[in-house]
């Protein structure tokens, strides 16, 4: 175990070459492509001189600390159990999507003690893991970009990067590359010093009556729990305050299944111009010749695990078949079907009852709220700017406790403007600050004094409107 990575696997057996290609049906022809570790029973992984690594950690072990539902009368029943304190801190971001990610630097930022928790083993949630790849939202009528700070430093520290983002001209919608979104993200949060678990699904929350105190994760360590003096519900399907008991709207929308195509730029022009252009053939990316192709999807029920299970499987089949349909097309042989997303693509769940609304008539009156914190842009800027107030991001009932991205308070009507991803930043950078302003003042984020802040969002680059 305390072998540094790169030296001799502990437990070399004692099995000829030739038995080894055998064994792992590879020719010698193909296997000798590969490096041969002397002493090793394995070739060496590429870059891997000493190969593979294992070590008993414990034998004959039995989990401890169980406690197994049991069966009473056909009813199945959780026992009492201690669990056991996997970390402390003062704000805990849950939910490493656009929101949560902004969320978190915001707050650290704004010189909390912060943590952030996430289900799945990379950060971006939709945006990435959803292979939602083009960024709307962030501008309104007139072209002016309302989507600033964090959100806005992401996508400039991606222009950096190669093959990372395109579309970047004044008005236009970027296209990104998740891989990219994924590096960066990573690389801000370790600048940052966040405390950051993975592979950490949250499955409840600790209360003390009204007040949120933490939160339960599931992990392959167990369930354990984390101690928190505000959280952040960034879930994007309010996971967080459902469990805390706040009130909620449950709503249905299309879900949909994003997928990647390759080899776009190897279709035959002149026998594809004989036939008619295939349908679902998606948008450009960075990758030249790549499309990202988003699916619409029958309007369900995104917190059914009977219908999470039917799409993802629907979805799968549709999308093969019908990149085999194209492939059939003269002139579109080579395409072929790169990826399905891995995360299904759920737009709307859980709707926070929030302290304030965003409201359809506010865009439309251009409605100016005192406590503002942010300002909401729409698809190719078909709409004036409308505000966000903080009041939005509030529980009515609970404490200790902000959601921020697709499931803060807002009117059905609105939903698929609260929901886009530069929306989304600029939510989650209000939750960060306020709930960083609610720890060092000692008081709960309905308490914030709404000046300060506004000041500290500022500070920090985000937009709240042109002065009165
Ligand atoms: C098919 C589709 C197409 C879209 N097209 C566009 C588009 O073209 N342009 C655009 O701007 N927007 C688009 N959107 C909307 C946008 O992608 C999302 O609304 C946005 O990503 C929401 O950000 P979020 O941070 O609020 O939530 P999410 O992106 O959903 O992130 C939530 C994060 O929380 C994690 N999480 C969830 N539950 C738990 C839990 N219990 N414990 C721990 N972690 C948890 C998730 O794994 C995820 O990382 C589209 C959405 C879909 C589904």
Redesign the pocket.
């Known amino acids: 175990m305390s072998q540094p990575p790169y030296s001799q696997p502990k437990h070399s057996l004692p099995i000829p070459r030739r038995e080894w290609f055998r064994l792992v049906g590879l020719s010698g022809a193909a296997a000798g492509l590969g490096t041969w570790a002397p002493g090793s029973c394995f070739p060496a992984e590429v870059g891997e001189p000493g190969g593979f690594q294992s070590s008993i950690l414990a034998k004959n072990k039995v989990q401890e600390n169980r406690a197994n539902p049991t069966i009473v009368d056909g009813r199945v029943i959780q026992p009492q159990r201690e669990l056991p304190v996997l970390h402390r801190t003062d704000v805990l971001v849950?939910?490493?999507?656009?929101?949560?990610?902004c969320a978190a630097l915001a707050a650290k930022r704004a010189g909390a003690d912060v943590t952030l928790?996430?289900?799945?083993g990379h950060?971006?949630?939709?945006?990435t893991?959803?292979l939602?790849?083009?960024?709307?939202?962030h501008i309104v009528q007139g072209g002016k970009q309302v989507c600033q700070g964090i959100g806005e430093e992401i996508l400039r520290r991606l222009d950096k990067l190669d093959g990372a983002i395109i579309n970047r001209r004044p008005g236009a919608?970027p296209t990104v590359d998740a891989e990219a979104v994924k590096y960066i993200m990573v690389e801000m949060i370790e600048e940052a010093g966040l405390k950051v678990f993975l592979h950490?699904?949250?499955?409840d929350a600790i209360m003390a009556d009204n007040k949120v105190q933490g939160v339960v994760?599931e992990t392959k360590s167990g369930r354990q729990a984390i101690l928190a003096k505000v959280v952040v519900d960034?879930?994007?399907?309010g996971?967080?305050f459902a469990a805390a008991g706040a009130e909620f709207e449950h709503r249905s929308h299309?879900?949909?299944?994003?997928s990647r195509i390759g080899n776009l730029d190897r279709v035959d022009p002149e026998r594809a111009k004989q036939v008619p252009k295939p349908r679902l053939l998606g948008s450009p990316t960075p990758i030249p010749g790549v499309h990202w192709v988003?699916?619409?999807?029958p309007e369900e029920d995104g917190l059914d695990v009977n219908v999470l299970t039917r799409l993802e499987m629907q979805h799968r089949k549709f999308i093969w078949r019908h990149v085999q349909k194209v492939r059939s097309t003269p002139g579109y042989e080579k395409v072929y079907l790169m990826e399905t997303a891995p995360?299904?693509?759920?737009?709307i769940t859980r709707v926070l009852r929030g302290l304030n609304t965003v409201r359809l008539e506010d865009l439309k009156n251009g409605t100016r709220f005192p406590d503002v914190v942010g300002v909401g842009g729409s698809?190719n800027g078909s709409h004036g700017p409308w505000q966000i107030p903080y009041g939005a991001l509030v529980p009515v009932k609970i404490d200790n406790l902000l959601a921020?991205?697709?499931?803060i308070s807002a009117e059905i009507r609105m939903a698929d403007l609260v929901?886009?991803?530069?929306?989304?930043f600029v939510?989650?950078h209000a939750a960060g600050v306020a709930a960083a302003v609610a720890v060092q003042d000692g008081c709960t984020p309905r308490q914030v004094e709404v000046a300060k802040l506004q000041k500290i969002l500022r500070q920090q680059g985000a937009y709240l409107g042109e002065p009165d």
């Open positions: 849950v939910g490493g999507g656009p929101a949560g990610v928790v996430e289900r799945y950060f971006g949630g939709l945006w893991g959803g939602v790849l083009l960024v709307i939202g919608n950490s699904w949250c499955a994760v960034a879930t994007g399907d996971d967080v299309n879900i949909g299944l994003v988003n699916m619409l999807g995360q299904l693509g759920v737009r698809s921020a991205g697709r499931c929901r886009l991803i530069p929306n989304c939510t989650g």
